[in-house]
């Protein structure tokens, strides 16, 4: 976690101090996460979306590797943040939200995220972004695979969390209905999480793609056959 800051230091002094030793701990690394690490942070809005879902990724990898509770995931946040433009804001939130008697974040993980989506997110990108998110829907005749590429973009620029209650609701309504139809019609769990839906989306809009493909290939021999057995029986 990051250390502890005495009062008798220097507002410089402290900075660099909460700088330093924003580094995730070893037990965190030690084991190979399932996603890449994400590039560090610099404060460029124009780069927060991409990098928020590069970091969110990680830190799934990384939870999966072992347990990390709300503080350890905010210190990881945190080590891949570093910059002129974010030095000030990390100190301050530090200041306000770190308990040094417990080593920990006060804050929750959720509430972190709130936070730095407050101070990084393009507000103005953002609300067109979440207004064409509420209205989009997977176009006839196209791929779920095409679909989630536009999705994806959108996405990435409102500012949501992919595993919000509103984006996978969302997400529901934007697909195929015949699609989520055979998804709640099987046995198996429903997806929980963004990424389980998109899986599942795009690995059933493939079935039903090859077995139309399958059926149109089928009804030309059938179509043919009957054409050639008429012109026979004239």
Request: proline letters at 3%; charged letters at 35%.
């Amino acid at each position: 976690g990051i250390k502890g800051k005495t009062p008798e230091r220097s507002s410089t002094q402290s900075q660099s101090t909460a700088h330093a030793t924003r580094t995730p701990t070893p037990t965190i690394r030690s084991k190979k996460p399932l996603s890449k690490e994400p590039t560090m942070f610099d404060g460029d809005r124009t780069k927060f979306p991409e990098w928020k879902r590069k970091l969110f990724s990680y830190i799934r990898g990384c939870s999966k590797s072992r347990n990390i509770n709300h503080s350890e995931k905010i210190d990881i946040a945190l080590s891949y943040m570093d910059g002129p433009k974010v030095n000030d804001w990390i100190q301050s939130l530090y200041n306000k939200e770190y308990d040094e008697t417990i080593d920990e974040w006060e804050m929750s993980w959720e509430e972190f995220k709130d936070v730095m989506n407050e101070n990084f997110v393009d507000s103005e990108k953002a609300e067109r972004a979440q207004a064409e998110l509420k209205y989009m829907k997977q176009k006839q005749g196209e791929s779920a695979d095409d679909f989630f590429k536009r999705f994806q973009v959108v996405l990435d620029a409102s500012g949501y969390d992919e595993d919000a209650a509103y984006v996978l609701n969302k997400l529901e309504m934007a697909i195929n209905g015949k699609t989520i139809d055979q998804i709640y019609g099987s046995n198996t769990q429903l997806p929980t999480m963004y990424k389980q839906w998109k899986k599942t989306i795009i690995s059933i809009d493939k079935m039903w793609r090859r077995r139309n493909d399958k059926k149109k290939v089928a009804g030309w021999f059938s179509g043919g056959t009957r054409s050639v057995e008429r012109k026979l029986q004239e």
